[in-house]
């Protein structure tokens, strides 16, 4: 199953015209940010959705294709937010709050004002515009598949940015998820400055002689 404008059409139809997809990366990493994006599809896409037909749940991509794609929705968006939250934020609030305040930053630097959102399983309590809460959206809709890329690929490029900061615990080829690599460079060298210091496997790499 591909995404498609499904949902998208059944929102304009009571109404609501001008959409924002949303969607994250990185919620699961135990380093770095997790990032959200927001993405206005342009009227043309609804008109000619086969403009954006390589798009697709961003984790279906190989890193290449993201790339790529990442350009055609750049061309297609009417308007593109993103939102930042750092490693040290999430360790004092928590991944699900953290989550939501990147999501509710990326609707806020939009460049244009939406009537609704479409988010990929996630309610955004904060924001008082209608919303659209869908399991699994980044394979069901479009504009949350489109969402599912920019933040994917955003955060992709901070954390090769992070790796020549930081060399020793290879960033640029895992980007800070829980391979074999990184946790063998977590137990070497210790945790970054950009390491989710609340995360399990970075507290052992923190106090390693409570976890033999």
Same mark, same amino acid.
């Given at each position: 199953?591909?995404?498609? /404008?499904?949902?998208? !059409? ?24 997790? *990032? ?12 000619? %959705?086969?403009?954006?037909? &390589?798009v697709n749940d $961003?984790?279906?991509?190989? +890193?290449?294709?993201?790339?790529h794609v990442y350009?055609?929705?750049?061309? =297609?968006? #009417? ?9 040290? /934020?999430?360790? +004092? ?9 990147? &999501? ?6 939009? %460049? =244009?004002? *939406? ?11 904060? /924001?008082? @515009?209608? #919303?659209? $809460?869908? +399991?699994?959206?980044?394979?069901? $809709?479009l504009s949350i ?7 994917? *690929?955003?955060?992709?490029?901070? &954390? ?5 900061? !930081?060399?020793? !615990?290879?960033?640029? @080829? ?25 995360? #399990? ?12």
């Open positions: 199953m591909k995404p498609d /404008l499904s949902f998208e !059409y059944a929102l304009r139809a009571r109404g609501y015209q001008t959409l924002a997809g949303i969607d994250e990366a990185g919620r699961g990493c135990w380093a770095g940010p997790v *990032v959200a994006a927001a993405v206005v599809l342009a009227p043309i896409v609804y008109e000619q %959705p086969d403009l954006l037909a &390589m $961003s984790k279906q991509l190989s +890193a290449a294709a993201r790339e350009t055609i929705i750049q061309t =297609c968006a #009417q308007g593109i937010g993103v939102g930042i939250v750092p490693a040290f /934020l999430i360790d +004092a609030y928590g991944i699900l709050p953290a989550t939501r305040l990147a &999501m509710t930053l990326a609707v806020l630097s939009l %460049p =244009c004002a *939406v009537d609704a959102l479409l988010i990929d399983a996630e309610r955004l309590s904060n /924001l008082s @515009l209608p #919303q659209e $809460s869908l +399991a699994r959206g980044d394979a069901r $809709s598949a489109a969402a599912s890329i920019i933040a994917k *690929v955003t955060r992709d490029r901070l &954390m090769q940015t992070a790796d020549l900061c !930081y060399p020793q !615990y290879g960033f640029a @080829l895992h980007k800070g998820y829980g391979t074999a690599a990184h946790q063998r460079a977590l137990r070497q060298h210790g945790p970054s400055p950009i390491h989710r210091q609340t995360f #399990q496997p970075v507290l052992e790499a923190l106090h390693p002689l409570e976890n033999p």
